[in-house]
């Protein structure tokens, strides 16, 4: 190397920089530091409960809230935000992930589609019209039979009046594509037992379900029905059932009972446990079998044992007990807002374009809960359900998340179809459970606590504010597994699997303030009121529980609750979607 005036030149231009620049700018840094400390300790210091008032922001002679309601105190948690932040854009936050492959797989047989020659276990049934509800069709309660069905209504969540005018083997149309005659399966599958957990169900409806499962599966698939009591206390469920079962069954159904109220959840494991299938199948307690529903299933796990394999649920009125199709053409799929509230999407056309037939089964990032099987060995590979979540809510995301994150998928699979009653409300209690905040809220939590990543732990926290920190249990064993199984980090769920969720569900601006929403100088705040889109804001008597009283204002100046936004229109406030992109009328004012 020729040493030279520029070379010369551009020595002393960094020995310079270096000299006389760099303390500079590392006094720069510490300052910055300290700053910041400072900064995160007057926050600290000045959070808690201050007295806010709202308002839309100016938009010409729009009427303002504040014009037409009440001042409104709420709880200042943007103390929080501030120090930690919150990435608007999931995108923008890159977090390290060792790209480890999943073992490598054993696959089986698979079933192939023949046009024109019909499946090798397509059934030979026909829709016949010989009683009330038969092909599905609605049946009605008269004016005289009203108060009895009423009282089943609040009784059971359904009309037991129109379900007990139903024959326990009544024919309901086929609501399968046309295509699904014609799959032939491998002969050689898996047996299947399938679990039904029930409390204080209705007879009829729990009944019915039986019958359909053993009627419409082959004998040598299905190797029993395993039926375990959560501690009913209805009389019906316990002598005349026990004899109803033997009388008609024989061993293929058997019937177990808890000894204390232990909740879907962990009574679902212990029906697993009870089975001695390959294939655990759950159904819930009210439900209607398609025609050859069991097969498609069981030759997904026969494929690959570590698919969940979900059935296509049609719809049955909890009513007069109409047999509704859903998705007949167009493919939907399981996924989830940002407070775990479940959703159904059309399924991105790059996961259907993966098959060549429109039957086929597809990925789908999660599912309702309710009905599903598993290779029963698999599921208690995975640790089963989790034990430390209770009742129900929430175990359809923690299995979904654990198949997906740690080597396995979910397929729906559209030639199996599940008629499933949807009740009218929730008619039972939680047993001896009574915790402080509601049994979903915190089973959400040990789910986002072990399998979401922080970044998106911080979305569930901006929709649920107000549970941050409650004690969830111990989580370490579920930690452990995560650990020592690889899984995958939630970010390659999401960016792999679940692409749609962040495309329709946008992360929520941080928190500005949360809280209620009450009367500058009285007693009554804003609720719900079960008001739905459209509907107006309702008042009531302050009552301290968050709920349907809890209210949200972001940095983006949207108030919401729950999923739905709050915005001024006329002299109403009234609910509406929350945009995809975030803004809102609302502005912080002043503090009291």
Sequence with gaps: ????????????????????????????????????????????????????????APAGDKDTAEQNGPGIPVVNDFEREQVEGHPINVHQVRQPEIDEPFPTKLYGPVAVLREGELGNFEPNEVNKKTGPGDNGEPVYTSMKEKPQ????????????????????????????????????????????SVVIVFHNEGWSTLVRTIHSIVNRSPKHLLHEVVMVDDFSVKPHLKEPLDKYIKEN?????????????LGLIQTRTKGAEYSKGDVVIFLDAHCECQRNWLVPLLARIAYDRTIMAVPIVDSINWNNYRYTAQYTSNHHRGIFEWGFLYKESPVPRAVLDKRKHQSEPYWSPTHAGGLFAIDRKYFFELGAYDPGMQIWGGENFELSFKI?????????????????????????????????????????????????????KEYFYTREPTIRGYPIGDITKQLNFKKEHKCKSFKWFIENVAQEVVERFPPLPPNKLWGEIKQKNGYKCWD??????????????????????????????????????IIASGSQIVYTFCDAMPTGEWEYDQVQ
């Design 1 to 56: 190397m020729r040493i030279t005036v520029k070379v010369i030149a551009k020595v002393t231009i960094v020995l310079i920089a270096v000299i006389f620049i760099g303390p500079f700018l590392l006094n720069q840094a510490l300052g910055n530091r300290k700053t910041n400390d400072t900064a995160k300790k007057s926050s600290k210091e000045n959070g808690g409960m201050l007295a806010q008032l709202l308002k839309p």
């Design 149 to 192: 069905a009423d009282r089943s209504v609040q009784e059971y969540g359904f009309n037991m009046v129109a379900s007990d005018k139903i024959a326990m083997n009544r024919v309901i149309p086929d609501t399968r594509m046309t295509e699904c005659k014609y799959w032939h399966y491998p002969d050689k599958l898996p047996t299947a």
């Design 249 to 261: 069954f024989g061993n293929i159904v058997k019937l177990y009972r808890n000894t204390e109220r």
């Design 404 to 456: 997906w994150q740690c080597g396995g998928s979910i397929e729906w699979v559209p030639c199996s179809r599940v008629g499933h009653v949807y009740r009218n409300h929730m008619p039972y209690g939680f047993g001896k459970v009574n915790p402080k905040i509601p049994i979903v809220l915190l089973n959400y939590m040990r789910v986002v606590e072990v399998w979401l990543d922080p970044v998106y």
């Design 528 to 565: 719900t009121l079960g008001s739905q889109l459209g509907g107006h804001i309702g008042i009531s008597g302050c009552h301290h529980y968050g709920g349907n009283q809890l209210y949200r204002l972001n940095t983006k100046g949207q108030i919401a609750t729950g999923e739905r936004c």
